[in-house]
Protein backbone atom coordinates (compact mmCIF):
# COMPACT_ATOMS: atom_id res chain seq x y z
CA UNK A 1 0.00 0.00 0.00
CA UNK A 2 1.32 3.58 -0.95
CA UNK A 3 1.19 5.84 2.28
CA UNK A 4 0.74 9.36 1.55
CA UNK A 5 2.84 11.88 3.73
CA UNK A 6 1.28 14.07 6.24
CA UNK A 7 1.92 17.85 5.96
CA UNK A 8 3.94 17.39 9.58
CA UNK A 9 6.18 14.95 7.12
CA UNK A 10 6.37 16.89 5.00
CA UNK A 11 6.28 20.50 6.07
CA UNK A 12 9.42 19.22 8.60
CA UNK A 13 11.61 17.71 5.12
CA UNK A 14 10.95 21.28 3.97
CA UNK A 15 11.72 23.06 6.94
CA UNK A 16 15.27 20.87 7.01
CA UNK A 17 15.86 21.84 3.63
CA UNK A 18 15.26 25.49 4.32
CA UNK A 19 17.90 25.25 7.43
CA UNK A 20 20.44 23.95 4.94
CA UNK A 21 19.80 26.39 2.07
CA UNK A 22 23.04 28.04 0.56
CA UNK A 23 21.02 28.97 -2.82
CA UNK A 24 21.63 32.75 -2.36
CA UNK A 25 23.75 34.85 -0.17
CA UNK A 26 22.25 35.45 2.45
CA UNK A 27 23.11 32.14 4.32
CA UNK A 28 26.69 33.71 4.58
CA UNK A 29 25.28 36.33 6.73
CA UNK A 30 22.16 34.51 8.80
CA UNK A 31 22.20 33.23 12.23
CA UNK A 32 19.16 30.82 11.76
CA UNK A 33 17.15 30.36 9.18
CA UNK A 34 13.44 31.17 9.93
CA UNK A 35 10.95 28.43 7.82
CA UNK A 36 7.87 29.87 9.66
CA UNK A 37 6.00 28.57 12.51
CA UNK A 38 2.00 28.13 13.74
CA UNK A 39 -0.12 25.19 12.63
CA UNK A 40 0.17 23.23 9.08
CA UNK A 41 -4.18 22.65 9.36
CA UNK A 42 -4.95 26.15 9.38
CA UNK A 43 -6.90 28.03 7.26
CA UNK A 44 -5.34 30.99 6.72
CA UNK A 45 -1.77 31.71 6.37
CA UNK A 46 0.14 35.07 7.25
CA UNK A 47 3.35 36.21 4.89
CA UNK A 48 5.57 38.60 6.15
CA UNK A 49 9.26 39.93 4.18
CA UNK A 50 12.27 38.31 5.83
CA UNK A 51 13.67 38.02 9.11
CA UNK A 52 14.69 40.49 11.27
CA UNK A 53 17.27 40.60 14.16
CA UNK A 54 15.37 38.78 16.50
CA UNK A 55 14.09 36.26 14.61
CA UNK A 56 17.47 35.39 13.11
CA UNK A 57 18.76 35.40 16.83
CA UNK A 58 15.35 32.97 17.66
CA UNK A 59 15.22 30.86 14.13
CA UNK A 60 11.37 32.20 14.55
CA UNK A 61 9.48 34.48 12.38
CA UNK A 62 7.40 37.91 14.02
CA UNK A 63 9.16 37.81 17.44
CA UNK A 64 10.76 41.29 17.89
CA UNK A 65 8.65 44.42 17.70
CA UNK A 66 6.27 43.89 14.43
CA UNK A 67 5.61 40.32 15.97
CA UNK A 68 4.43 42.19 18.99
CA UNK A 69 2.13 44.28 16.80
CA UNK A 70 0.93 41.10 15.11
CA UNK A 71 -0.04 38.93 18.06
CA UNK A 72 -1.86 42.54 19.04
CA UNK A 73 -3.67 42.03 15.80
CA UNK A 74 -4.25 38.48 16.05
CA UNK A 75 -5.97 38.62 19.73
CA UNK A 76 -7.94 41.43 18.21
CA UNK A 77 -9.98 38.89 16.51
CA UNK A 78 -9.35 36.33 19.25
CA UNK A 79 -6.61 33.83 17.00
CA UNK A 80 -3.54 32.25 18.62
CA UNK A 81 -0.23 31.96 16.42
CA UNK A 82 -0.40 28.19 17.28
CA UNK A 83 -3.75 28.49 15.05
CA UNK A 84 -2.29 30.22 12.34
CA UNK A 85 0.83 29.98 10.10
CA UNK A 86 3.34 32.43 10.03
CA UNK A 87 6.24 32.76 7.94
CA UNK A 88 7.83 34.71 5.16
CA UNK A 89 8.88 35.56 1.35
CA UNK A 90 12.82 35.36 2.83
CA UNK A 91 13.58 33.05 5.44
CA UNK A 92 16.79 34.21 6.25
CA UNK A 93 17.72 38.02 7.72
CA UNK A 94 18.99 40.62 5.24
CA UNK A 95 22.00 42.27 6.81
CA UNK A 96 20.65 45.28 8.39
CA UNK A 97 17.19 44.63 7.77
CA UNK A 98 17.48 46.12 4.29
CA UNK A 99 14.95 45.20 1.75
CA UNK A 100 15.42 41.67 0.09
CA UNK A 101 16.48 41.73 -3.45
CA UNK A 102 14.83 40.45 -6.64
CA UNK A 103 17.53 37.69 -6.69
CA UNK A 104 17.04 36.57 -3.14
CA UNK A 105 12.95 36.94 -3.50
CA UNK A 106 13.79 34.66 -6.44
CA UNK A 107 15.75 31.99 -4.73
CA UNK A 108 13.66 32.14 -1.62
CA UNK A 109 10.18 31.99 -3.05
CA UNK A 110 9.93 27.80 -4.21
CA UNK A 111 9.92 27.31 -0.22
CA UNK A 112 7.06 29.61 0.05
CA UNK A 113 5.22 28.00 -2.80
CA UNK A 114 5.66 24.71 -1.34
CA UNK A 115 4.25 25.61 2.13
CA UNK A 116 1.45 27.42 0.08
CA UNK A 117 0.94 23.37 -1.19
CA UNK A 118 1.04 21.68 1.57
CA UNK A 119 -1.24 23.66 3.58
CA UNK A 120 -3.40 24.47 1.57
CA UNK A 121 -4.77 27.71 3.27
CA UNK A 122 -7.93 28.95 2.66
CA UNK A 123 -6.82 32.39 3.03
CA UNK A 124 -3.24 34.35 2.29
CA UNK A 125 -2.89 37.71 4.15
CA UNK A 126 0.06 39.14 2.60
CA UNK A 127 1.80 41.52 5.12
CA UNK A 128 4.03 44.32 3.02
CA UNK A 129 4.76 45.28 -0.57
CA UNK A 130 7.31 42.28 -1.07
CA UNK A 131 4.79 39.34 0.03
CA UNK A 132 1.84 40.90 -1.19
CA UNK A 133 3.58 42.17 -4.98
CA UNK A 134 4.54 37.95 -4.88
CA UNK A 135 1.49 36.42 -4.27
CA UNK A 136 -0.70 38.57 -6.53
CA UNK A 137 1.38 37.98 -8.89
CA UNK A 138 1.83 34.68 -8.50
CA UNK A 139 -2.17 33.96 -8.85
CA UNK A 140 -2.84 36.19 -11.77
CA UNK A 141 -3.74 39.76 -10.36
CA UNK A 142 -1.64 43.01 -10.88
CA UNK A 143 0.47 44.34 -8.65
CA UNK A 144 -0.76 47.44 -7.07
CA UNK A 145 0.25 49.72 -4.30
CA UNK A 146 -0.74 48.29 -0.47
CA UNK A 147 -2.09 51.70 0.07
CA UNK A 148 -4.84 51.58 -2.27
CA UNK A 149 -5.58 47.42 -2.16
CA UNK A 150 -5.13 46.51 1.66
CA UNK A 151 -7.77 45.29 2.94
CA UNK A 152 -9.71 44.08 -0.29
CA UNK A 153 -10.53 40.45 -0.42
CA UNK A 154 -8.96 38.44 -4.02
CA UNK A 155 -10.37 35.70 -5.10
CA UNK A 156 -8.21 32.99 -6.90
CA UNK A 157 -7.71 29.44 -7.87
CA UNK A 158 -5.41 27.15 -7.35
CA UNK A 159 -5.11 23.42 -7.72
CA UNK A 160 -6.32 22.99 -4.63
CA UNK A 161 -9.65 24.86 -4.66
CA UNK A 162 -10.61 28.40 -4.52
CA UNK A 163 -8.89 30.58 -2.09
CA UNK A 164 -8.98 34.35 -0.82
CA UNK A 165 -5.75 36.78 -0.94
CA UNK A 166 -6.04 39.84 1.42
CA UNK A 167 -2.96 42.41 1.08
CA UNK A 168 -2.04 44.45 4.16
CA UNK A 169 -0.15 46.21 5.66
CA UNK A 170 3.40 45.59 7.96
CA UNK A 171 2.59 45.28 11.11
CA UNK A 172 6.26 47.58 11.47
CA UNK A 173 4.39 50.77 10.13
CA UNK A 174 2.41 50.37 13.19
CA UNK A 175 4.96 51.29 15.29
CA UNK A 176 5.49 54.97 13.73
CA UNK A 177 2.33 55.71 11.66
CA UNK A 178 -0.85 55.23 14.52
CA UNK A 179 -3.17 55.99 11.36
CA UNK A 180 -1.41 52.91 9.38
CA UNK A 181 -2.27 50.79 13.03
CA UNK A 182 -6.20 51.58 12.99
CA UNK A 183 -6.32 50.45 8.81
CA UNK A 184 -5.01 47.44 10.25
CA UNK A 185 -7.45 47.13 13.02
CA UNK A 186 -10.23 47.72 10.80
CA UNK A 187 -8.45 45.23 7.98
CA UNK A 188 -8.03 42.76 10.69
CA UNK A 189 -11.94 42.89 11.61
CA UNK A 190 -12.52 42.10 8.07
CA UNK A 191 -10.75 39.10 8.04
CA UNK A 192 -12.51 37.47 11.00
CA UNK A 193 -15.77 38.50 9.07
CA UNK A 194 -14.37 36.35 6.08
CA UNK A 195 -13.15 33.56 8.20
CA UNK A 196 -16.40 33.04 10.17
CA UNK A 197 -18.33 33.18 6.68
N1 LIG B 1 9.24 41.44 9.78
C1 LIG B 1 8.92 40.49 8.87
O1 LIG B 1 8.53 40.77 7.77
N2 LIG B 1 9.03 39.22 9.24
C2 LIG B 1 9.44 38.83 10.43
O2 LIG B 1 9.50 37.64 10.68
C3 LIG B 1 9.76 39.84 11.36
C4 LIG B 1 9.66 41.14 11.01
FE1 LIG C 1 18.11 29.88 0.96
FE2 LIG C 1 16.11 31.59 1.21
FE3 LIG C 1 18.07 31.60 3.00
FE4 LIG C 1 18.53 32.48 0.53
S1 LIG C 1 17.12 33.39 2.02
S2 LIG C 1 19.82 31.09 1.70
S3 LIG C 1 17.21 31.13 -0.69
S4 LIG C 1 16.59 29.92 2.63
Known amino acids: MISVPSKEELMKKLEEKIRKCKKCPLWEVRTNPVPGDGSYDTKIMFVGEAPGYWEDQMGLPFVGKAGKVLDELL ?17 CRPPNNRDPTEEEIKACAPYLDAQIDIIKPKVIVTLGRFSTAYIMKKYGFNVEPISKIHGRVFEARTLFGKIYIVPMYHPAVALYRPQLRRELEEDFKKLKSLLSS
Open 75 to 91: KLIGLKRSEVYITNIVK
